[in-house]
T-cell receptor, first 113, second 118 residues
């Protein structure tokens, strides 16, 4: 079983739709959480960090549930330019694993006109 | 505009040949990661370094892969001998802890080396 699991999709949604992605992680020592975005044939780039209290950045909302070891990303009012793969990332703190970034396999989003 | 630089961008080689990939991390970043990405496995962490010291290379096949940081401005990943199953995109990323408490590392990725072994 992978340490970080995501539904690979693809999620096909119309413009303007709201879409949510989920991610689960297995290591309770995970400390920090992120969502990265990767466009086709490009490198991953940080989309947003995920804080315990939940956080919002424009149309994007990230939530963390430590008890269930679950992270989510909500995209409201989807744009064509949101089409990409969204990668869930966790890190661990402690001894030699400090700052080790573990990526999920990614969830692909296709926004259609 | 600070960025992680990887060379070469593309490499086609024959099975059995040595392949060396290079990475210049962002100046001042003390953490360097090597990832391999394939359609089947996604992004797999091969190795990572902090302050040039290897912290974890458990994701790397030791018999043929090696990763080093000869200095703070250069990280290398070598495959010898290469095999067709090594065909993938290899990403280098660098980061620096954002605070001393959380050691919350955002990683900045290079554009990757697309390796094809025939």
């Amino acid at each position: 079983r992978k340490e970080v699991e995501q539904d690979p999709g693809p999620f096909n949604v119309p413009e303007g739709a709201t879409v949510a992605f989920n991610c689960t992680y297995s290591n309770s020592a995970s400390q920090s959480f992120f969502w990265y975005r990767q466009d086709c044939r490009k490198e991953p780039k940080l989309l947003m960090s995920v804080y315990s209290s939940g956080n919002e950045d424009g149309r994007f909302t990230a939530q963390l549930n430590r008890a269930s070891q679950y992270i989510s990303l909500l995209i409201r009012d989807s744009k064509l330019s949101d089409s990409a793969t969204y990668l869930c990332v966790v890190t661990r703190v402690g001894s030699s694993n400090t700052g080790k970034l573990i990526f999920g396999q990614g969830t692909t989003l296709q926004v259609k006109p | 505009d600070a960025r992680v630089t990887q060379t070469p961008r593309h490499k086609v080689t024959e099975m059995g040949q040595e392949v060396t990939m290079r990475c210049q991390p962002i100046l001042g970043h003390n953490t360097v990661f090597w990832y391999r990405q394939t359609m089947m496995q996604g992004l797999e962490l091969l190795a990572y370094f902090r302050n040039r010291a290897p912290l974890d290379d458990s994701g790397m096949p030791k018999d043929r892969f090696s990763a080093e940081m000869p200095d703070a401005t250069l990280a290398t990943l070598k495959i010898q001998p290469s095999e067709p199953r090594d065909s993938a995109v290899y990403f280098c990323a660098s980061g620096a802890p954002t605070t001393s408490i959380s050691l919350n590392t955002e990683a900045f990725f290079g554009q990757g080396t697309r390796l094809t072994v025939v």
